[in-house]
Each structure stands twice: as C-alpha cells, then as structure tokens.
C-alpha cells in the first residue's frame, strides 16, 4: 500500500488542523493505521491509531481529549483532527499501515508502510 499524507501547516496554538492519508493500492481495510510524529531532535513518537473497522481507536495520553483518529474505508482514507494544539505539538506528522498483528499497536516497529510525512508547526 501506498500512503500519502497531508494537510500540514502553521497554525498558532490553540487552533486545529485536519491531516489527512490517503491510501492506494492492496485494500485498505485490511490495514490497521497509525499516525506517529518526530519532532526535531527527538524519535518518532506514537500518536494515534485505528482498527481495520474504526471501531477501536489509541491515543498516546499526550493528545488524548484533543486529537481525533477516523477512517473512510470507501474512500480509502485515515484523518487525524488536531484541536487545541500546543507548542509542542511540532513535528513532523507521519501516517503508517499495519496488517501482521491481529491488535492495534503503537510501536512504530510493526508498521511496514509509512508516508511521506507532513510538517505541522504550532507558533504562540
């Protein structure tokens, strides 16, 4: 599978952003989907991620109550809506998919596909 992510940008904090992947080639639904970001100087980081159905969703506890994970698995899409953002929500944003393990996981590790990232940059 092919990831595209976007949808990145500057924003001031407090605000939102609504990063989107896009997904083609073998069938999405069959992936459970991440989103993880580095910021710089640091590793990649666990942010959120979602079951092949939707119907399970993961946060790391440093976004919970703010950022939202969601699929549309007609449209073959993974979104992530960021609200109340904080300075040290910087960073580059990465989707991935997984489909090895049966539970969703948040190890960067056992995800094979990864996008391209996309830049998010929070100013005060």
């Known amino acids: 599978v092919q990831l595209q992510a976007c949808g990145g940008g500057l924003v001031q904090a407090g605000g939102s952003l609504r990063l989107s992947c896009a997904a083609s080639?073998?069938?999405?639904?069959?992936?459970?989907m991440g989103w993880f970001r580095q910021a710089p100087g640091k590793e990649r980081e666990f942010v959120a991620a979602?079951?092949?159905?939707?119907?399970?969703?993961y946060y790391a506890d440093s976004v919970r109550g703010r950022f939202t994970i969601s699929r549309n698995n007609v449209k073959n899409t993974a979104v992530l809506q960021m609200n109340s953002l904080k300075l040290e929500d910087t960073a580059v944003y990465y989707c991935?998919?997984?489909?090895?393990?049966?539970?969703?996981?948040?190890?960067?590790?056992?995800?094979?596909?990864w996008g391209q990232g996309t830049l998010v940059t929070v100013s005060s």
């Open positions: 979602i079951s092949r159905s939707g119907g399970s969703t």
């Open positions: 080639g073998r069938s999405f639904s069959t992936y459970d």
């Open positions: 991935a998919a997984q489909a090895w393990l049966a539970a969703v996981t948040s190890d960067p590790q056992h995800y094979d596909y």
